[in-house]
């Protein structure tokens, strides 16, 4: 890609990010497999370096310490977008703290819409099969009987290579310097 964009996710490695990519599999077969994550920072240019990217946010992360945030009910971006998800409700607030801090300087970035935490099931092609799949994911996630409850003490600088093909760039740890580069 001439101009890549990139994100700051919190990658899902628990039984609750188990149950949101099955479930993706189930009601959206054909969609390429994306890990089950939280996004701090949509995707988006940079403007700078990657390295310089990995400074800032090796300061702003290194000063924010890990925080836990609990799941709330499924639901839906229609008419906006054909997209179905769960809610973040417990942190939420935390999540957009961090979101604001870093979207500026070289993060800035006009975003198309309102960010809002959430843990994204399915995007579907129309509204008609989001509808389906809210109602699917709906009923599969009230009977859901493992912890709705995320601890984020490690973010992961990604970069998008094709459409739905993301690298990993680096892991970025809270509050705390990072590992690696």
Not at 47 to 58: K, Y
Not at 86 to 104: P, T
Not at 127 to 148: L, V
Request: charged share 20%.
């Amino acid at each position: 890609m001439l101009n890549p964009r990139y994100a700051l996710v919190a990658y899902v490695k628990s039984q609750v990010g188990e149950f949101v990519e099955s479930l993706r599999r189930e009601l959206h077969p054909d969609l390429p497999h994306l890990a089950a994550h939280l996004t701090i920072l949509p995707p988006r240019p940079l403007h700078g370096t990657e390295s310089s990217a990995l400074q800032l946010l090796e300061r702003v992360c290194g000063e924010t310490e890990p925080f836990e945030i609990r799941l709330g009910v499924v639901e839906t971006f229609i008419p906006v977008t054909p997209t179905v998800y769960i809610r973040v409700d417990g942190a939420a607030s935390r999540m957009c703290e961090l979101h604001d801090q870093l979207n500026a300087h070289m993060f800035a970035c006009q975003e198309e819409w309102p960010y809002i935490p959430h843990l994204t099931i399915v995007k579907m092609a129309t509204e008609q099969p989001a509808q389906e799949a809210f109602k699917t994911a709906s009923e599969r996630w009230a009977n859901y009987s493992g912890s709705r409850r995320i601890l984020l003490e490690r973010l992961t600088f990604v970069r998008e290579e094709a459409t739905n093909c993301w690298v990993d760039v680096a892991p970025v740890p809270l509050g705390r310097s990072l590992v690696s580069r």
